[in-house]
């Protein structure tokens, strides 16, 4: 095992990323994956992709395969496993650039680049790879680590849509990290697509991980746009029958998202969706929230087959 200092971490911030909880999940893995019995793993949405690195470190597994709806993340983890040195050329350059400005200026390129990623956002070919896939990754880390609280979030045309955050010197991107990420992708199968496009591949040796965005515990803290497809009830409750459905054919599967009951102890939607698995309620830090009172611990919960 790893030193847990020296361990790769996610590249971008991601609303919704379990590395704040990653022992309390790591606690509920299955015994088979434990037990060297799991030879593949699957998420059904990536984000920031704690969880599959965490277990791309501490498990011999010969097969991962990361799903994700956004097409810039997908394009994102695609470039840094098939082109990581100029990507990090081209972000040292960027970086280097952006904390000789003063704090009039930062602002003023934050809004230039960010402008930049929305207008070409019509003329990238997200399906192969290109030289504009170095310059459209380094955009999103650099808008990513430079915007309000870290956020990724699009408006219903898709463009990213987070203010400008402030920062006095971000760290916009760790050199080392994106070069053992890149080491650890190169076994890795990553596509963009819907979450039920794993139905095949899995099997009774197969682990599968499912992070969707979730459910909004009140109509004041509906933050799901990851993408311009909204994951409502609807979606939420599509989830819980394919988890059925896998669970037939024998996988290990894992699910996590918000509890209702934070706010309404009535409200049993996960509770009556997922009747026949496991529901554990684990204790997570809400950090994506403007105001700094409405922070703190929250319940989550996890669901299990096993």
């Not at 904390?99 to 402008?115: G, P, S, W």
Request: proline letters at 3%; a positive charge; glycine letters at 4%.
């Amino acid at each position: 095992m790893k030193n847990q200092d020296k361990l790769v971490k996610p590249f971008l911030k991601w609303a919704g990323g379990k590395t704040k909880i990653l022992n309390q999940i790591c606690d509920r893995f299955p015994q088979e994956l434990i037990n060297g019995q799991i030879n593949k793993y699957i998420e059904g949405f990536v984000g920031g992709g704690a969880v599959f690195l965490y277990i791309a470190q501490h498990y011999d597994i010969q097969k991962f395969l990361l799903y994700d709806v956004n097409p810039e993340l997908v394009l994102a983890y695609q470039t840094i496993k098939i082109n990581v040195d100029d990507l990090i050329d081209i972000l040292d350059k960027l970086e280097t650039k952006y904390l000789r400005f003063n704090d009039i200026e930062k602002t003023q390129y934050f809004y230039k680049i960010r402008d930049k990623f929305n207008q070409e956002k019509q003329i990238i070919n997200y399906k192969n790879y290109d030289k504009q896939w170095l310059i459209r990754t380094a955009e999103l880390i650099f808008l990513n680590k430079t915007c309000f609280n870290g956020l990724f979030r699009v408006n219903r045309k898709g463009l990213f849509n987070v203010p400008f955050g402030k920062h006095k010197n971000p760290h916009i991107f760790d050199q080392s990290n994106l070069i053992n990420l890149s080491k650890i992708l190169q076994k890795t199968d990553i596509r963009q697509g819907d979450f039920q496009d794993c139905k095949k591949e899995v099997n009774e040796q197969t682990f599968v991980y499912f992070d969707p965005p979730y459910r909004p515990l009140n109509k004041t803290s509906n933050f799901n746009s990851y993408n311009n497809n909204n994951f409502d009830d609807n979606e939420q409750l599509r989830l819980a029958q394919f988890f059925k459905i896998l669970d037939k054919k024998g996988a290990k599967l894992m699910l996590s998202n918000s509890d209702p009951t934070n706010e309404d102890m009535l409200d049993q939607f996960f509770d009556e969706a997922y009747s026949n698995y496991n529901i554990k309620r684990i204790k997570a830090p809400r950090f994506i929230n403007s105001k700094a009172e409405k922070r703190g611990e929250i319940n989550e919960i996890l669901i299990t087959n096993y």
